[in-house]
């Protein structure tokens, strides 16, 4: 194991990743934030240096941690040949067995590497696979003349709306998913619709991973193009900033499918695959 701490390195690395599009996209994304002020306390380790076989982005040992958080307890991973990423698995100290936490990856090999030594732990593991998505470059900014005088504005979201995001999250409605996303909505660009009272009506977010992700539009406001210049400018946003515009999908979500396909969205040839593990100590009390 190796912990690549050297930020020209680091600066190699991303550059590296870059040419494994799209199986990489979730390290690159991670390793990205990382090189520009490392908001979520990440570091990267690896089998070897330069040529290595298998990367893994975590949190940083000396990170605060809730051993519940599987949000922000994550990590992602790219291989280019699996049984190193199985044996980095094995290595002391690489992951933290002793939480609940979450894998993240492109890679169809990816759930039976993991579970391998999750089964040799003890730990349940949860797969949930999606559709990998990358949008086009943006080149012009959105059509906003729908939007007639004060109201509605797009605008972006604020800490003080992470309750709402929350509880319209399939994934949230706990603690940890409160403090994730307001941390999120504090590091990453975010960018919402807000009505006349100032409230979100509808928004995307950026994770750590720098994919666009809870795309939600409340139930009264849809059908109005909410959902779409969200998409695009959130998009846009991210590509000025020179990251890659990725998202990923639920194979039967099907209105988030077709708003893709509307926006000219790239549906990659790999999917998605998020692992959730939980040591059995905490299989009564996680939020999966």
């Known amino acids: 194991?190796?912990?690549?701490?050297?930020?020209?390195?680091?600066?190699?690395?991303?550059?590296?990743?870059?040419?494994?599009?799209?199986?990489?996209?979730?390290?690159?994304?991670?390793?990205?934030?990382?090189?520009?002020?490392?908001?979520?306390?990440?570091?990267v380790v690896l089998d070897?240096?330069?040529?290595?076989?298998?990367?893994?982005?975590?949190?940083?040992?000396?990170?605060?941690?809730?051993?519940?958080?599987?949000?922000?307890?994550?990590?992602?991973?790219?291989?280019?040949?699996?049984?190193?990423?199985?044996?980095?698995?094995?290595?002391?100290?690489?992951?933290?067995?002793?939480?609940?936490?979450?894998?993240?990856?492109?890679?169809?090999?990816l759930y039976d590497a993991s579970k391998a030594?999750?089964?040799?732990?003890?730990?349940?593991?949860?797969?949930?696979?999606?559709?990998?998505?990358?949008f086009s470059p943006v080149s012009s900014l959105p059509d906003t003349s729908f939007l007639t005088g004060?109201?509605?504005?797009?605008?972006?979201?604020?800490?003080?709306?992470?309750?709402?995001?929350?509880?319209t999250w399939s994934r949230g409605g706990n603690e940890q998913c409160l403090r994730y996303i307001a941390k999120l909505i504090s590091c990453f660009p975010s960018v919402c619709v807000r009505d006349d009272k100032g409230s979100p009506v509808s928004w995307s977010i950026t994770d750590q991973f720098a994919t666009m992700c809870h795309g939600y539009t409340l139930p009264d406001h849809r059908r109005k193009g909410y959902s779409r210049l969200v998409a695009i400018t959130l998009a846009r946003k991210l590509q000025s900033q020179g990251f890659p515009s990725q998202g990923?999908?639920?194979d039967d979500n099907m209105a988030s499918i077709s708003l893709l396909k509307s926006v000219h969205a790239e549906f990659l040839p790999c999917r998605f695959h998020r692992l959730i593990l939980t040591p059995q100590t905490f299989s009564a009390q996680a939020h999966l």
């Open 248 to 250: 990923n999908v639920l």
């Open 150 to 167: 004060s109201s509605p504005r797009l605008t972006y979201l604020s800490v003080a709306d992470a309750d709402l995001l929350n509880r």
């Open 48 to 109: 070897s240096w330069p040529d290595f076989k298998a990367v893994i982005t975590r949190r940083q040992r000396e990170a605060e941690t809730d051993n519940l958080d599987h949000y922000t307890n994550a990590y992602a991973v790219f291989y280019k040949d699996v049984r190193a990423y199985q044996q980095l698995l094995e290595e002391h100290d690489v992951i933290n067995w002793n939480q609940v936490f979450q894998i993240q990856g492109l890679q169809s090999e």
């Open 1 to 43: 194991m190796l912990v690549l701490n050297c930020s020209t390195k680091l600066l190699m690395l991303e550059k590296i990743l870059k040419n494994h599009f799209p199986e990489s996209l979730k390290v690159y994304g991670a390793v990205m934030n990382i090189n520009r002020g490392n908001p979520f306390q990440k570091e």
């Open 117 to 134: 030594v999750a089964n040799s732990k003890q730990l349940d593991i949860k797969l949930t696979s999606f559709k990998a998505v990358h």
